[in-house]
């Protein structure tokens, strides 16, 4: 059975940074397609970096040029910069290819 974490979320003025982390147990992070979504009120939920089992990376172009992602066998990572108002949303880990997903964490961006 697949068990996802996330961790990092928190206030952060527009400008800031903050790294998300997904702990995954069940499955091997490193190997396995991953994703990052987030929510937003009253809007859906939307994707915003994944990458495959083989390693290629895809961004939302809304956060290309400021988010990245990374992996290691058990944690999948979110590093958020240049944050905007507008990152104010749920974040949620998607892992592996079925419905695995986390309780979310919220990431408020505000001066």
């Known amino acids: 059975q697949v068990q996802v974490v996330e961790s990092g979320g928190g206030l952060a003025q527009p400008g800031g940074s903050l790294r998300l982390s997904c702990a995954a147990s069940g499955i091997l992070v490193s190997f396995s397609a991953m994703a990052w979504y987030r929510q937003a009120p009253g809007r859906q939920r939307e994707l915003v970096a994944s990458i495959t089992s083989g390693g290629s990376i895809t961004y939302a172009d809304s956060v290309k040029g400021r988010f990245t992602i990374s992996r290691d066998m058990r944690t999948f990572y979110l590093h958020m910069s240049s944050l905007k108002e507008e990152d104010t949303a749920v974040y949620y880990c998607?892992?592996?290819?079925?419905?695995?997903w986390g309780q979310g964490t919220q990431v408020t961006v505000s001066s």
């Open positions: 998607k892992a592996g290819l079925g419905a695995n």
